[in-house]
């Protein structure tokens, strides 16, 4: 963590960070961190006295970011001024009385079951047989990415999970202390468990017979898939099915790109579009679907009722992309 930051509060941003590292939180708050002991240098403000309210809400116009970024490292910089009010380095929090800015919505990329097998044929096709160097690494981008596509898995879960936690008798995966440290145990699909179990001996026999690695999918003896090798395997894939869609902001509206998290929003509106369907109600899959997606409120599946109609969305999509000034 050494030389991490640069500003005035450099020692005390590093000590929040093994605070909270010491309770087992995670470590999105640096991002947030970083960002103000930048602006602090940028400003060359040396004292806390220079902390005011007026200075983060300066702060929030001059960064630039989205509102749905500017509240959460809002959030991040409340907590860390709250630790220093509670170690006593200072007597009030300065972003105490700063309220929310007005979120943007989102749209977020819902790709058909359509395209989400076109994807999947195309990462396939993307595996280098010849290479023993990149071929179990390739599998295990595979894998890895039809977990996204067939569970609705968030991109780190299928990247922690170790051997013993898929569990091919049952057709069952474990997933641990992931975004919100819950554990949930899932079925996953027949023709998941057929190539995760089809892939053990192939993993079990290019690995060295003294192999220690924990890992499922791996990239190597020692090491097990890292999440910029699975988007860079995704993003491949996209390219070649011509579906690339970059980030947009529209007005208020953030419309999202293709991304691996696309395939986890696609699993959840394809899932209660057939129930739609067959004539069974959405409604009452919710629960099933937030247990099963591992989502920490209610209302975060909720949502998804509001994008069963996919061709719809797309459409709407395309009309604010190519009518902007119409808005």
């Not at 008798?169 to 699909?189: H, V």
């Not at 069974?280 to 919710?286: E, G, I, K, Y």
């Amino acid at each position: 963590m050494a030389n991490l930051f640069k500003s005035f509060l450099a020692q005390q941003m590093e000590q929040y960070l093994e605070y909270r590292e010491s309770l087992g939180y995670s470590t999105k708050a640096v991002d947030s961190l970083k960002r103000l002991d930048r602006y602090m240098v940028t400003k060359d403000v040396t004292t806390f006295k220079a902390l005011t309210p007026l200075f983060f809400l300066k702060m929030r116009i001059d960064l630039a970011i989205d509102q749905n970024t500017i509240n959460r490292v809002t959030y991040a910089l409340r907590g860390f001024f709250q630790y220093l009010v509670r170690i006593e380095f200072c007597q009030y929090n300065p972003l105490a009385g700063i309220p929310r800015s007005k979120e943007n919505n989102i749209i977020p990329f819902i790709f058909s079951d359509q395209e989400t097998e076109h994807l999947l044929k195309a990462a396939w096709r993307q595996i280098r047989r010849e290479k023993q160097a990149f071929f179990l690494k390739d599998i295990g981008c595979c894998l890895a990415l039809q977990l996204l596509a067939r569970c609705g898995l968030r991109i780190s879960e299928p990247l922690r999970l170790k051997v013993g936690d898929f569990r091919a008798d049952e057709r069952t995966i474990y997933i641990r202390k992931t975004k919100f440290r819950k554990d949930r145990l899932i079925p996953i699909p027949v023709d998941m468990a057929k190539h995760l179990s089809d892939y053990l001996p192939l993993r079990n026999t290019l690995l060295p017979a003294d192999n220690k690695n924990p890992y499922l999918l791996v990239s190597g003896p020692a090491r097990g898939l890292h999440n910029q090798q699975v988007r860079n395997y995704f993003h491949q894939a996209i390219r070649e099915i011509g579906l690339t869609q970059a980030k947009q902001v529209i007005g208020n509206t953030n419309i999202s790109g293709t991304t691996p998290h696309s395939l986890r929003h696609s699993f959840a509106v394809n899932t209660l579009r057939r129930i739609k369907e067959r004539g069974d109600s959405p409604q009452n899959a919710l629960p099933v679907l937030a247990v099963y997606m591992g989502h920490k409120k209610y209302t975060y599946t909720i949502y998804y009722l509001k994008l069963i109609d996919a061709d719809q969305h797309r459409n709407l999509v395309d009309f604010m992309t190519s009518y902007p000034s119409k808005l």
